[in-house]
């Protein structure tokens, strides 16, 4: 807030406090602004583990045979306490046979963050990665406040193997995977993966010929049934397909060949009887593709009947 002093009246004492419910918590009474200005007084107070109850109240006293003048008077706060835990998953990644995968964390929360990363394999087993800290199916990141990583696989294997990931972090960071395609050392094309947080029933996306999909099953326990639909431009159904994911496990398909559809543009509408996770290639101009996460649908908001 700003403290004034009228030019004529004087300024003889006042009181700034901050109280929580009838406690005073922080105080100053030090300023003297010269006659006829104001000056700015900041007080600040840490409330540590324990705020107590009750309001906030900003309490503004003058005294003595004075006056005491206050303006833009403005409270602000900042959280430290214990952050909420997030689950992040990525429905995508390849390494092998060319293809590396990068892993990118970063933390812009004023606390350390924990992450723990899990790769699966297509049949939901753990997938080993060659990271620089070795060859390994779990990896265990801790960021400091402001801290990124950004951490290529290294190495490559034999042939190229697919599979997801799901990272349980100790509280929010900006999370994204991108696996790349290098031909004698140059990389040729490249997908990003967004991370999820909200595994969910229903997707849908533009779809055409060569548009590739992946998909995982983050339960542990349950298997799911997924349904593939097609509709061209005109909202015709042209074919379904139905799958069935093992727990923890991953597939990917081009769309065209899966259900047997020789050309069509359109879009894909993707359910499941569990909560899944998904993403769609688009490869109109292979060997390059770009990734198109699938926007998802409430669960039981009708999309189309026919």
């Known amino acids: 807030m700003s403290v004034g002093q009228r030019t004529d009246f004087p300024l003889i004492a006042y009181a700034v406090e901050l109280l929580v419910g009838t406690t005073s918590v922080a105080s100053d009474t030090t300023l003297r602004p010269a006659a006829g200005t104001f000056a700015l007084d900041t007080v600040t107070y840490n409330s540590g583990s324990s705020p ?39 429905s995508d990644l390849a390494v092998g046979g060319g293809w590396q995968t990068t892993l990118t964390y970063i933390n812009y929360s004023p606390q350390a963050i924990t992450c723990v990363t899990n790769f699966y394999s297509d049949s939901g087993s753990p997938l080993s990665i060659p990271f620089s800290e070795g060859t390994i199916s779990t990896r265990t990141d801790t960021l400091q406040p402001g801290q990124s990583i950004h951490d290529q696989s290294i190495g490559n294997l034999a042939a190229v193997v697919e599979g ?103 879009f894909v509408k993707i359910t499941s009887t569990l909560p899944i996770i998904s993403l769609s290639l688009n490869a109109e101009a292979f060997p390059a593709f770009s990734s198109l996460p699938p926007g998802d649908l409430a669960s039981g908001t009708p999309l189309v009947t026919p």
């Open 52 to 90: 107590g109850s009750g309001h906030l109240i900003i309490r503004l006293t003058g005294s003595g045979d004075g006056q005491a003048d206050f303006a833009q008077v403005a409270l602000s706060a900042t959280g430290t306490g214990p952050l909420s835990p997030v689950t992040y998953y990525f």
């Open 164 to 266: 997801w990931a799901q990272a349980s972090c100790t509280g929010p960071v900006r999370a994204s995977l991108l696996y790349r395609l290098y031909q004698a050392g140059v990389p040729v094309c490249e997908a990003g993966v967004n991370a999820e947080t909200a595994p969910t029933t229903e997707f849908v996306t533009f779809a055409q010929t060569a548009t590739g999909v992946a998909y995982a099953n983050p339960s542990t326990t349950q298997s799911a049934t997924i349904t593939f639909t097609v509709y061209n431009a005109a909202g015709a159904r042209l074919g379904s397909h139905i799958l069935a994911l093992a727990p923890l496990a991953h597939g990917s398909a081009n769309l065209g060949p899966l259900l047997g559809l020789q050309s069509f543009t359109g």
